[in-house]
């Protein structure tokens, strides 16, 4: 059955990074734009990034543009996220979603496939 799998949230403070994970199973991968999203506390489900298929375009929501990197190995089947310069702000619970789409699409309900989540706190 399908799976994807986060890993790596965690307590950091102000200014520091992470690097979030997403194992995939049971789906051939590399037909699927990967996608990270977002809640915060008490909010809706924010998009966050996104690649394409072969991984050479990215995309980032204004909020995390400069601080974030997603990137993905279609051989190892995980799709990573770099955070940087983490603020409390990007504190949230960070969904790890595919979509069999053929472009961006930031409507997150409309996503194939989601993961259980992994929470990110960050906090002094």
């Known amino acids: 059955q399908v799976q994807l799998v986060e890993s790596g949230g965690g307590l950091v403070q102000p200014g520091g990074s992470l690097r979030l994970s997403c194992a995939a199973s049971?789906?051939?991968?590399?037909?699927?734009?990967m996608y990270w999203v977002r809640q915060a506390p008490g909010k809706g489900l924010e998009w966050v990034s996104a690649i394409n298929t072969g991984g050479g375009n990215t995309y980032y929501a204004d909020s995390v543009q400069g601080r974030f990197t997603i990137a993905r190995d279609n051989a190892k089947i995980t799709v990573d996220l770099q955070m940087n310069s983490l603020k409390p702000e990007d504190t949230a619970v960070y969904y790890c979603?595919?979509?069999?789409?053929?472009?961006?699409?930031?409507?997150?309900?409309?996503?194939?496939?989601w993961g259980q989540g992994t929470q990110v706190t960050v906090s002094s």
């Open positions: 979603a595919a979509d069999r789409g053929s472009s961006l699409r930031t409507a997150v309900h409309e996503y194939d496939y």
């Open positions: 049971g789906f051939t991968f590399s037909s699927y734009w």
